[in-house]
């Protein structure tokens, strides 16, 4: 909402307030202030001159000579502008003046003819061209007579205001019009607010005789007005109202169009008009539009619509799209005489609909939307009837007709006064809060300890006793209202296990090496389906309108997002990456719209090992690099006895260089290379990944820790050389030897894998390092015997072991 | 006689101790002169043909001519060893400022740092984290926020729906109106609530059509907008330094009445106005409220005997901010050369 300081000051003395204060006050009490415009600044030395005399150019077909009256002076200047004539007051930039843009303005000389300064268009003097009326637009500016020769002209064409820019959200919108803001301005500068009824001289003539009115949808439309006006002349409003719809935003067209305007923006109360000649009948009927039923719309449009829309008809077909814009039959063009005004109340929710779903968002129905001073309605009507026989030459026939209830009761709040002390932890007086909310002109009784508030409708978003703490605190200023600290329960707090641990394995990646990447959970389609732990073939869960097919589904894996973040770095020159995230992936359920939402863990691994340094290059990332880092994981969070891996055949993996992750049995995640094909395709060198469904595996938080004595007999190391087929994996024989082993075996280390001359082509050898232990007393030989002839007669039968000689 | 040869060897013995340029000679030595078959044990030896009042005296030189040639011995030893040792060391010498081997570490990402500074200093303040789904029910995400189905505040096509009822949260709100419903009308509730959260934007330098949010909740008997205000001063002063001040501006949220916007104290010029808070001296940090009381009855709180308040903000703007990072996109392209910076944040 544009508002002129000027304008307010009709309603309101503003005297020793800036235009900066009042802003700024403004903004303290709940309606930011985004910025000021001075329209007329940087401007200077411009006055009102009158074209005593203008001849044409002797040497030049389009400029004229003008002689022009500026008070002290006659000058001589050259003007181009096609409207220029003798006896207009202009405005004149004299010469030393500036105009728009700085431009400064020199004695010229034009075509051999001197001219002493420049008659101003609007444009020159930094009116947005968009604003400016019609009548100007290819021309001059041409003052009305009562305007005094050789007077600075800054005042008359309103350019010595201040434009404050009001951010209206959905609570403010009784400052969608002056008098609100007048209202709001009176209460928080605590100064009285001046409004005048409007006067209509109304003619003898009934306008129920010309027109009547009637509604079929009265849930929607609480009240219909209508006047009558005839024998109006449309011609351009008056420069007053011209120069302050331009400050608000809005170009002026003729008379009868900007008093509708005018009053919308000083009431609040968007009307419309017809040209009764057009109308097609003698009456007004408001129903829902027929589905499908059509209408052609000022702009030129045609607008199908449907049951849900208001349409304002003669009875038979209709004649505007209730409180969204007029229909294009009924018009008020530059030969309207005859005027029907509406002055209506449309419910906000059935606007908001219809005016979003035409995409036909307006002044007026924004209006509607927000909410209107219920109790404005006929004034506002009368308004315009006032300022169209004033400016139109209308008559305006006798009485509104109308349908529904003119007036509303102003809504009543009831309440302990001391409420507000308590909601605000303030230390009010019964007198300073009844003065506060009396500031805003609402009437207060308190009766003991109970106040009674009297709200009036112009503030419908007053409604509940939390609504009244709020405008006290805010006109008070939250600036004075204590800072304490809670009384309450004192209660202690700490993170879940899980919060702990999820803290805990980002510091363990951080410490391995692994950046920390956030990335986006929409993704193409595509990306969304693929390199999900567990991918159950389900359709990923889709967004409706998507901005992009980029970010138009769910991911099922945050592995899809960490090679784009490979890719983005190895497209810079930077082949080293180590990046991990936690995050959300969304597992479509069958038959749900909702997806299951589980917090993961992945990473993505390329390029070396370690920095390369002067003792040489490192060796690059292989995929027990990846595993390692998943291994050190699972040791460090005291589950890696649960913990096995499996070969896996996976979509967009190596199928040589990929495990599953069981906990306990159950696939939990995956660890392994890049399909070759997929690097080449994203570019990637060899690239490793992992992905954990990492609440899952510490949804219970850890296991608890039992503390074991320290050791006080020696342990016995045992090496054990073991030749196998090479299928044989490493895991079996681990397990075997395990099992075998208890309960004296309390470590087994793999510390050497041979293929080579020394064994078979198909063969193998695996070196493990056995430690055997008792906590009781130091094991004999011969006891440490029996088991490992036990786990080496173990591994011959169930894997074809022999000891290596 | 036997003493003259005590004494002569005892010549002989210290000049080649003395004249041994290793290890290996003094070895040698020290067998020569002191070896079981040496000639001082011949001595000793053949005492007994002295008479008894020589014996003693011979056999005491004897004595005190082994202990000084062993005790020279040793220290020659000493001396070589010394020597050798310096040797070693000299050769041992390496360029001390040559880079050593680092274990080089990943960076925490920012967004990740700041959520968990808050989070670290609301805990010390009572509050416990709570989270919650990014996948909402309508209801939980408006509707018991007090923004029913037609709400003006509320737009279609700002949120990312998947169907006419469940959308991806545009806010952590949600999850105060879960914890609400948890604690079945009974108080005190104190918790925030930090999380990922979607609006239909396109991406550009100020937008992200995904952030995250950090929301606080506290619902109690007496919560009062000072105690807000108190709150809130000691988030700003842990986050922006000691010597900030705070003020609230009214504002407007469908889920608090009144709602008010906090500004800071400009940490950058402390006031008095820059480029930071655009001249102001105030830079704009996060909205908050106390509790509507339609979003408490709605989840099962008695409005009458509980008042609470609400806060939210933006670990983005936090971290813009604070760092003067000028894209908001930053956060989510995770260039290393970005995230590094902030790896001590
Ligand atoms: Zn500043």
């Known amino acids: ?805 | 006689m036997l003493k003259e040869k005590l004494l002569e060897l005892r010549e002989q013995a210290l000049s080649n101790i003395g004249s041994a340029d290793g290890l290996k000679a003094l070895q040698e030595a020290q067998i020569r002169f002191l070896g079981k078959k040496g000639p001082i044990t011949e001595v000793m030896k053949s005492m007994g043909k002295l008479s008894a009042e020589e014996r003693p005296i011979v056999g005491q030189l004897a004595n005190e001519v082994r202990k000084l040639i062993a005790a020279k011995i040793e220290e020659k030893k000493a001396d070589l060893e010394a020597k050798l040792l310096e040797l070693k060391l000299e050769h041992e010498k390496i360029d001390v400022t040559l880079p050593g081997r680092k274990i080089a570490t990943g960076s925490p990402h920012l967004l990740a740092s700041i959520i968990q500074e808050v989070e670290d200093l609301f805990i010390g303040l009572g509050f416990s984290i709570e989270e919650g789904p990014e996948v909402e029910q309508d209801y939980y995400n408006f509707e018991a926020l007090n923004l029913p189905k037609d709400h003006p505040a509320r737009d279609m096509q700002d949120s990312f729906y998947i169907t006419d009822e469940i959308l991806m949260r545009t806010h952590t709100s949600p999850v105060q109106a879960h914890t609400l419903e948890k604690h079945k009308g009974v108080g005190p509730v104190k918790v925030i609530c930090p999380g990922k959260v979607y609006r239909r934007d396109n991406d550009d330098a100020t937008h992200s059509h995904q952030f995250m949010q950090i929301e606080g909740l506290y619902v109690d008997h007496n919560v009062r907008l000072s105690d807000l205000k108190g709150i809130l001063t000691v988030f700003a002063k842990h986050m922006f330094g000691a010597d900030r001040e705070i003020r609230l501006r009214p504002s407007f949220f469908p889920f608090t009445e009144p709602s008010v916007e906090m500004d800071i104290s400009c940490f950058r010029c402390g006031g008095h106005g820059c480029n930071v808070c655009k001249g102001t001296g105030w830079i704009e940090i996060l909205g908050a409220g106390m509790v509507h009381p339609n979003v408490l009855r709605m989840s099962g709180f008695d409005p009458s005997e509980y008042t609470g308040f609400a806060f939210g903000m933006g670990p983005e703007r936090i971290a813009m901010l604070k760092y003067g990072i000028e894209d908001i996109r930053h956060f989510y392209t995770d260039d290393i050369r970005f995230l590094k910076q902030f790896d001590r944040a």
């Open chain 1, 1 to 805: 909402m544009l508002v002129s300081y000027n304008w307010l000051q009709d309603y309101i003395d503003l005297g020793g307030v800036t235009p900066e204060e009042l802003a700024d006050k403004i903004t303290n009490s709940g309606i930011e202030v985004e910025h000021i415009v001075y329209p007329g600044e940087g401007l200077k030395g411009i006055v009102v001159g009158k074209v005593e005399s203008c001849a044409q150019h002797p040497e030049a077909e389009k400029l004229h000579l003008c002689q022009v009256n500026l008070g002290t002076e006659t000058v001589q200047i050259v003007c181009g502008a096609p409207n220029v004539a003798a006896g207009q007051k202009v405005p004149v930039a004299t010469v030393g003046a500036r105009i728009a843009n700085n431009v400064k303005i020199k004695r010229a000389k034009l075509r051999g003819e001197i001219s002493n300064g420049m008659i101003c268009s609007l444009d020159e003097l930094g009116f947005d061209h968009n604003f400016v009326p019609k009548e100007y637009a290819d021309g001059i500016y041409v003052f009305d007579d009562e305007v005094p020769v050789g007077a600075d002209a800054l005042p008359y064409l309103n350019l010595d205001d201040a434009i404050l820019d009001l951010d209206i959200l959905v609570n403010s919108a009784h400052c969608m019009n002056m008098i609100g803001v007048a209202y709001e301005v009176g209460a928080i500068l605590d100064r009285p607010i001046q409004l005048k009824k409007p006067v209509v001289a109304e003619s003898d003539q009934l306008a129920s005789e010309k027109i009547s009115v009637s509604v079929d949808a009265e849930q929607m439309v609480p009240y219909y007005g209508a006047r009558v006006m005839n024998g109006i002349k449309v011609a351009p409003a008056p420069r007053w109202m011209q120069l302050r719809l331009i400050a608000a935003g809005v170009r002026p067209i003729s008379n009868v169009v900007d008093v509708s305007n005018y009053v919308m923006l000083e009431y609040g109360q968007p009307l419309h008009t017809f040209d009764f000649d057009q109308f097609g009948s003698n009456h007004v009927l408001v129903r829902f539009a027929g589905d499908h039923e059509e209408i052609t719309t000022l702009d030129g449009q045609l607008r199908k619509l449907t049951d849900e829309d208001l349409l304002i008809t003669n009875g038979k077909k209709g004649v505007a799209v209730a409180g969204v814009m007029g229909g294009e039959n009924t018009e008020v063009s530059s030969d309207t005489e005859n005027v029907l005004l509406e002055a209506a109340v449309f419910d906000p929710i059935s606007i908001r609909k219809t005016a979003a779903r035409l995409q036909l968002r307006s002044d007026a129905s924004s209006r509607y939307e927000k909410g209107l001073d219920r109790n404005r309605v006929a004034l506002a009507a009368d308004r315009a009837a006032e300022l169209l026989i004033q400016y139109a030459h209308a008559t305006v026939l006798k009485g509104i007709v109308e349908a529904g209830e003119r007036t509303v009761a102003e809504h009543q709040i009831m309440m302990p006064w001391q409420k507000i002390n308590q909601v605000l932890g303030s230390e009010f007086a019964r007198e300073q809060i009844v003065g506060i909310l009396e500031r805003l002109n609402f009437k207060v009784n308190v009766e003991g300890e109970i106040m009674q508030v009297s709200v009036p409708a112009r503030r419908f978003d007053v409604t509940i006793p939390e609504d009244l703490v709020e405008e006290v605190g805010r006109i008070y200023g939250y600036n004075h209202i204590p800072a304490t600290l809670p009384e309450g329960t004192s209660s202690h707090a700490s993170l879940t296990p899980y919060q702990k641990i999820r803290r805990r394995v980002e510091g363990l990646m951080n410490g391995m090496g692994l950046s920390q990447a956030y990335t986006y959970s929409l993704t193409s389609k595509e990306s969304a389906s693929s390199y999900a732990v567990s991918n159950k073939g389900i359709e990923p869960t889709q967004v409706i309108w998507p901005m992009s097919e980029e970010h138009a589904a769910l991911r099922q894996s945050i592995v899809p997002q960490l090679i784009n973040v490979a890719q983005y770095h190895l497209n810079r020159q930077m082949p080293d990456i180590k990046f991990y995230e936690i995050g959300k992936v969304f597992l479509p359920v069958k038959g749900e719209a909702r997806p299951a939402e589980e917090e993961h863990l992945a990473g993505i691994i390329t390029g070396k090992r370690t920095e390369r340094n002067w003792e040489g290059d490192p060796d690059t990332v292989d995929f027990f690099s990846v595993k390692g880092i998943v291994e050190t994981l699972f040791d460090s969070l005291g589950v890696a006895n649960h913990i096995t891996y499996s070969p896996s055949k996976r979509e967009g993996m190596h199928p040589g260089q990929t495990a599953d992750i069981l906990l306990n049995g159950e696939v939990i995640g995956y660890i392994g290379a890049l399909h070759p094909r997929v690097q080449k395709n994203c570019g990637l060198n060899e690239t490793f990944v992992f992905e954990v469904a990492i609440e899952s595996l510490l949804r219970h938080g850890e296991a608890a820790i039992e503390y074991h004595g320290l050791p006080r007999f020696p342990s016995t190391t045992r090496d054990i050389a073991l030749v196998v087929k090479r299928t044989v994996a490493a895991a079996d024989l681990d397990r075997v030897i395990r099992e075998n082993g208890t309960p004296l075996l309390k470590s087994v280390q793999l510390f050497d894998v041979y293929e080579g001359s020394h064994v078979a082509a198909d063969e193998k050898s695996m070196a493990f390092s056995l430690v055997y232990f008792d906590p009781e007393r130091t094991l004999t030989d011969d006891e440490v015997n029996v088991v490992h002839e036990k786990i080496v007669s173990a591994c011959a039968e169930q894997l074809g072991a022999e000891l290596r000689g």
